[in-house]
Each structure stands twice: as structure tokens, then as C-alpha cells.
T-cell receptor, first 115, second 114 residues
């Protein structure tokens, strides 16, 4: 079956712009989470959604937001982009939210460069 | 708050030699622990996870890890390194509620010497 699909894979934005990244989870998966990966900060948790509800949020400013649709697809948005937002954004999906009983699958990520 | 420390940002081993990647965690309650691998320009792939039960966990590609509560460690090993093992490896711990908020270590880049 198809894995976690993230679009776009690569994009370049200018400071001050906004960006929307999309994630299609594995079919049947209802839980989606997002992570930011940078050389300096490593992998950091952004949000977790289940059945269209945000269950957890990481320590990121309000410029970072997300949502999940009824078909479990998810988007994240970053407004007023800063140079430091340049990163690989990873989406992950799983059947439900308890990590003890199921596996989290990651997509290949969206590479965002802010210039 | 939970945290993960991976000792050694870069590890090099010869092909056929033992691979040992170190991970120590900090958690006030029994954690769930994970090892992920990331190949260049790809996402993360789960190697193995510890939740409860047997402390020696076997994963994919010949890797295994042992949960040692007394040492707060979850080191990853493989008896014989293969060239295809060259990648970055991440240790992670879950939120004490067992949800999907994972806290990752800073990663260890494994290089295999022919």
C-alpha cells in the first residue's frame, strides 16, 4: 500500500511569505503528526492530530499551525517565514494514537528553504 | 520532561565489525523507546521499539537493542556491519502517556569502512 505522501517535496520561499505543506497518511490511518528537522535543533515535534482534533502541540510560535481534514489528510502552515524556518518537515501517520500498540510511519518530508 | 542523549554524533566501523550506537534516556516513568534510521534524502524508518515485556528487542535488518532500566539505556547493536547500514540513526522516547509526541536524540551518523 502507498506510504505517507508529502507535497511538495522541495520548495523555496522568501522571508515574510507563508507556506502550506500537505500530508496524505497511509490509507486507514487516522493519526497524523508533524516534525521539524534542522541541523541545529534536530527533530522537534510540532503537532499531533487525530480525527480532526489537535491532541498535542510542541513548543513552536503561533506562526506554525496545522489542521486535519475528515479524510485524515493534514496540512501545516507557516506564516511570516523566517530564515530559521528552513528545514525538513516530516509528517508521520499511524492507525491510532497509542504508540505502544501501533507503528508510526514517516513520509520522506518537505524540504523548505527560506531565502 | 523527557530527554534522550545519543553519545557520539559520528561512529565509524569496519564492514563486518560490531555496531554499537549508544542511547540514554531521562524519564520519570517507564518510557516507550524507539530507534529510527534515516537514509539520505529520506524520511525515518522504524528499526525497533520497546514498550513492555522482554527487554531485548529485535528489529529489522539484524539490529537489536536492550532496555536497561538501571542504566537508563537503550543501546542499538548489530553483530556484523554491512555497507548498506551507513545512515543516520535516531533514538527516541515517547510521551509518558504513550501518545505520538516523540522526543528524539540528536542522531548518530554511522559510516561503514570497507
Amino acid at each position: 500500500k502507498a506510504g505517507v505522501t508529502q507535497t511538495p517535496r522541495y520548495l523555496i520561499k522568501t522571508r515574510g511569505q507563508q507556506v502550506t505543506l500537505s500530508c496524505s497518511p497511509i490509507s486507514g490511518h487516522r493519526s497524523v503528526s508533524w516534525y521539524q528537522q534542522t541541523p541545529g535543533q534536530g527533530l522537534q515535534f510540532l503537532f499531533e492530530y487525530f480525527s480532526e482534533t489537535q491532541r498535542n502541540k510542541g513548543n513552536f510560535p503561533g506562526r506554525f499551525s496545522g489542521r486535519q481534514f475528515s479524510n485524515s489528510r493534514s496540512e501545516m502552515n507557516v506564516s511570516t517565514l523566517e530564515l530559521g524556518d528552513s528545514a525538513l518537515y516530516l509528517c508521520a501517520s499511524s492507525l491510532y494514537t497509542d504508540v505502544s500498540g501501533n507503528t508510526i510511519y514517516f513520509g520522506e518530508g518537505s524540504w523548505l528553504t527560506v531565502v | 520532561a523527557q530527554s534522550v542523549t545519543q553519545l557520539g554524533s559520528h561512529v565509524s566501523v569496519s564492514e563486518g565489525a560490531l555496531v554499537l550506537l549508544r542511547c540514554n534516556y531521562s524519564s520519570s516513568v517507564p518510557p516507550y523507546l524507539f530507534w529510527y534510521v534515516q537514509y539520505p534524502n529520506q524520511g525515518l524508518q522504524l528499526l525497533l521499539k520497546y514498550t513492555t515485556g522482554a527487554t531485548l528487542v529485535k528489529g529489522i535488518n539484524g539490529f537489536e537493542a536492550e532496555f536497561k532500566k538501571s542504566e537508563t539505556s537503550f543501546h542499538l547493536t548489530k553483530p556484523s556491519a554491512h555497507m548498506s547500514d551507513a545512515a543516520e540513526y535516531f533514538c527516541a522516547v515517547s510521551d509518558f502517556l504513550g501518545n505520538e509526541k516523540l522526543t528524539f536524540g540528536t542522531g548518530t551518523r554511522l559510516t561503514i569502512i570497507p
